[in-house]
């Protein structure tokens, strides 16, 4: 049992930061929250596609006709040209935008200089594809909208956000919204997951350890699912560095999971002690990181928001059931050790 408890602990410091970091510089979590930034109709040129990545934390522009395409700064200066022999970038302007330096309430905007503006390209890529950072169309502030402050249960619009483009002698925009949408109360999801952890807990009792490896294997799914799909909906960011960087912990505790599912069904005992790592893992991840979703209107996961909530409440459901399950009741005396070295 010491043995067991000094790995929770390990396990719980390496989780801690990822859970508590959820967006570092943003509060709340641009990710799961009730902001969200999003297009609205817009006149673009024939072909030219746009997307809003990862609710507003880049924007993403695809030019694949055969004239070149050019993007406007906020303030009306020639950013990028996008066209048949890839993206250049203005080297005369700073350098790009990005989340930090984003702003709050909207403030005047001064008209460019052409002179002092005037386009020095440089050649960033040979696709036609470019994605940049847009400080409108993505709130920057740890402080809440004012609006959102004073009246936080009803929609509203934060503020209309804009991309000027050129294209064969036409001005054309993308236009977007930035908007407050308060999320559902989360109480349902919180049941479900109470109740998940009861039926749980409750297989113990059946005094077979195999019992346990459904369960088990469900948590692994469902993390493993949920994980995945949250990933592929930050594609705002490099997807290596996003790995590394935020779900090591949940691999861990996946691994652990298909090891004491393979431990349980062939009836070992340390496959209990694999699975209350595996959920303790798990678990700590779903309550402290992703059960803001429970009560969140907007998520840039790659599911159905409730399909990602029902995600959510069965492992941190699964999780809670599984600890109380392997720590509450002994092992089964039918349940085979591991086999002992020959001296």
Do not use: C, K
């Amino acid at each position: 049992m010491s043995r067991l408890l000094a790995l929770v602990a390990l396990l719980m410091l390496a989780l801690a930061p990822q859970a508590a970091a959820h967006d570092t510089g943003h509060t709340p979590a641009d990710r799961v929250g009730d902001l969200r930034s999003e297009m609205i109709p817009s006149q673009l040129p024939p072909g030219v596609e746009v997307r809003v990545l990862e609710n507003g934390q880049a924007l993403w522009l695809r030019n694949p006709t055969r004239i070149d395409l050019v993007v406007l700064d906020t303030d009306g200066a020639q950013r990028y040209q996008v066209g048949p022999d890839g993206v250049a970038v203005n080297s005369a302007l700073p350098p790009e935008e990005t989340p930090a330096g984003d702003i709050s309430e909207d403030h005047s905007r001064q008209a460019a200089d052409p002179a002092a503006t005037a386009p020095q390209w440089q050649r960033q890529s040979t696709e036609p594809v470019v994605q940049w950072h847009n400080h409108f169309a993505h709130w920057g502030d740890a402080q809440l909208p004012a609006a959102a402050v004073s009246d936080p249960d009803h929609e509203h619009l934060i503020r209309a956000w804009q991309v000027g483009l050129e294209y064969d002698g036409r001005h054309y925009e993308i236009r977007g919204e930035l908007r407050w949408i308060p999320g559902p109360s989360p109480v349902a999801w919180v049941f479900i997951a109470l109740a998940l952890a009861i039926g749980t807990w409750l297989l113990a009792f059946a005094r077979r350890e195999r019992l346990l490896v459904l369960p088990t294997a469900v948590l692994v799914v469902s993390s493993a699912w949920h994980g995945a799909a949250m990933l592929a909906g930050r594609n705002a960011e490099d997807g290596r560095t996003v790995l590394t960087h935020d779900y090591l912990p949940a691999i861990a505790a996946g691994l652990l999971g298909v090891v004491a599912v393979v431990l349980l069904a062939t009836d070992r005992r340390n496959g209990r002690w694999f699975a209350a790592l595996a959920a303790i893992g798990s678990g700590a991840v779903a309550l402290l990181r992703d059960s803001a979703v429970w009560w969140s209107s907007t998520s840039v996961v790659a599911l159905p928001i409730d399909l990602d909530r029902v995600l959510v409440s069965v492992t941190a459901g699964v999780s809670i059931g599984l600890v109380a399950a392997l720590l509450t009741t002994p092992a089964p005396q039918s349940t085979r050790s591991e086999p002992s070295s020959i001296s």
